[in-house]
Each structure stands twice: as C-alpha cells, then as structure tokens.
C-alpha cells in the first residue's frame, strides 16, 4: 500500500521558518516528479513548489520563489521543504505528492500527481 506522509507542521510567527518532511513507502518515487501543494481556509489548492527525480529541476509559485526550498533525497525517498520568512498568507494545510508517470519535467498541475500525503498544518501569526 502506497503511503505518503508529512511532518514538521505547527504554529510560528511571521518571520520564522518551519521545514516540512514527506516520507514515503509501499514503492518508490526515486524516478517520479514530486510536489508541494497548499489549501488555505476558503481557498481553492494551490501549487507551492515542484521538483525532478535528479533534483536537477525545481519550480515554485511567485509568492514562495525566495523564501522556500524544495529538495528531496531520492535514496531515503523522502521530500522536504525549508520554509523561511513565513508570511500569515502562508497559512494552510501542505500536502505532499508524487507524480504517477517518471516525467522529466515536474508538472505544476495537480491532477498529474496520483498519490498524496494526509497533510499538515502550518499557521502563522502576526
């Protein structure tokens, strides 16, 4: 059974940073695109931030372009995301997620991400 699972959640103020976990298990995404989407209260899903198996590609959102950094490593088939000068707009649930297809370039369009993580919760006070 396919598995994906996201820690490091919690409550910070603007200005702090948080650094979210996804760990993974029943297959491997080594070769699989990977992402981070958000849902913010009222709001529709949004994508945050995308990366290749090689690490070799990343994209993001405007709003979190030079605050956040995905990153992944493929042996432990786990994906992370460092989120630095966190703004209240940043509030909402993340979810991670992993591509159905090998694709070489990460899609930002959830609909091509088959499998995804329970989410967790990040809120930031002012």
């Known amino acids: 059974q396919v598995q994906l699972v996201e820690s490091g959640g919690g409550s910070v103020q603007a200005g702090g940073s948080l650094r979210l976990s996804c760990a993974t298990s029943?297959?491997?995404?080594?070769?699989?695109?990977m992402a981070w989407f958000r849902q913010g209260p009222g709001k529709d899903r949004e994508f945050v931030a995308a990366?290749?198996?090689?690490?070799?590609?990343?994209e993001y959102v405007d709003s979190v372009r030079d605050r956040f950094t995905i990153s992944r490593d493929s042996a432990k088939n786990a994906l992370y995301l460092q989120m630095n000068s966190l703004k209240p707009e940043d509030t909402a649930v993340y979810y991670c997620?992993?591509?159905?297809?090998?694709?070489?370039?990460?899609?930002?369009?959830?609909?091509?991400?088959?499998?995804w993580g329970q989410g967790t919760q990040v809120t930031v006070s002012s």
């Open positions: 029943g297959r491997t995404f080594s070769r699989n695109p």
């Open positions: 990366i290749s198996w090689s690490s070799s590609t990343t």
């Open positions: 997620a992993a591509d159905s297809a090998q694709r070489a370039f990460p899609s930002r369009a959830w609909r091509n991400y088959e499998y």
